[in-house]
């Protein structure tokens, strides 16, 4: 019994390791959303700022901006509930695993116990082998249990290092005329969603003086 506890106790260490990695994952994404949650917000208010002073190339290149950020903020999202639920399964089913494996022990102690007040010296030695025999069973178990587990884990990393890969690739090179109509087109969705009316195709631009967080309309 000695044996096996020392022995679930080891793998209970490298399992713990695996939720703390887990674990790391998700408060990274936790902190990634809070961040570009937080920049979307600044860049509304600044193409708000810029579209009402007139630096309408200004305004659409934040709108762009917004537009990939968004997109981003989404994937970050999803990774971060995946993650989530990754790790509240992996916790239950340790918490399950020790509480199987303490059960297991009980009954070999109570047995034991009843081996030692009923049986004589030589008929309790043989009933120590046959326990014996089931802490070695019981071992086998708990390392399929961590086969099992660490199974999960690799298919979790997995989809977290496909889903990182995919982002990756979405980060293209855009030529200088497509990235400007991309760019203008970003600006009118966002003021048609804000109710404001875009400036006519005739209207000549002001000049491109930034308004920032940090200065006024009227400035």
Same mark, same amino acid.
């Given at each position: ?9 080891? *793998?209970?260490?490298?399992? +713990? ?6 674990? @790391? ?9 809070? +961040? *570009?949650? #937080?920049? =979307? ?13 007139? +630096?309408?190339?200004?305004? @659409? ?7 990939? $950020?968004?997109?981003? /903020? ?5 990774? $971060?509930?995946?993650? %989530?639920?990754?790790? #509240?399964? +992996? /916790?239950? #089913? =340790? ?8 059960? *297991?022990?009980?009954?070999?102690? &109570?047995? $034991?116990?009843?081996?030692?007040? &009923? ?16 802490? @070695? ?16 884990? %690799?298919?979790?990393?997995?989809? =977290?290092?496909?889903? &990182?890969? /995919? ?6 090179? %855009?030529?200088?005329?497509?990235? *400007?109509? $991309? ?7 966002? /003021?048609? =969603? ?22 006024? %309309?009227?400035?």
């Amino acid at each position: 019994m000695e044996a096996a506890r020392d022995e679930f106790r080891e *793998k209970m260490i490298q399992y +713990n390791s695996a939720l703390a990695r887990i674990a @790391g994952i998700a408060e990274r994404l936790k902190s990634q959303v809070k +961040n *570009k949650t #937080q920049r =979307a917000q600044e860049l509304e208010r600044r193409i708000l700022a810029n579209h009402h002073a007139g +630096n309408l190339e200004l305004a @659409g290149s934040l709108a762009r901006e917004l537009q990939e $950020l968004k997109a981003d /903020l989404t994937v970050d999202t999803q990774e $971060l509930s995946e993650t %989530e639920e990754a790790y #509240q399964g +992996n /916790l239950r #089913q =340790a918490k399950l695993a020790q509480k199987d494996f303490e059960d *297991k022990l009980r009954r070999l102690e &109570k047995q $034991l116990s009843q081996v030692k007040i &009923k049986e004589a010296q030589a008929e309790a030695a043989s009933a120590l082998s046959s326990a014996a025999f089931k802490v @070695g069973d019981l071992g086998d178990t708990m390392k399929t249990v961590e086969q099992i587990l660490a199974k999960r884990y %690799e298919v979790s990393a997995g989809k =977290a290092r496909v889903a &990182k890969d /995919l982002v990756d690739m979405e980060k293209i090179q %855009e030529r200088e005329g497509e990235r *400007k109509a $991309l760019e203008q087109t970003a600006l009118a969705e966002f /003021l048609a =969603a804000q109710g404001i009316q875009a400036a006519g195709a005739t209207e000549a631009p002001a000049a491109a003086k930034e308004i920032g967080p940090a200065q006024s %309309e009227g400035t």
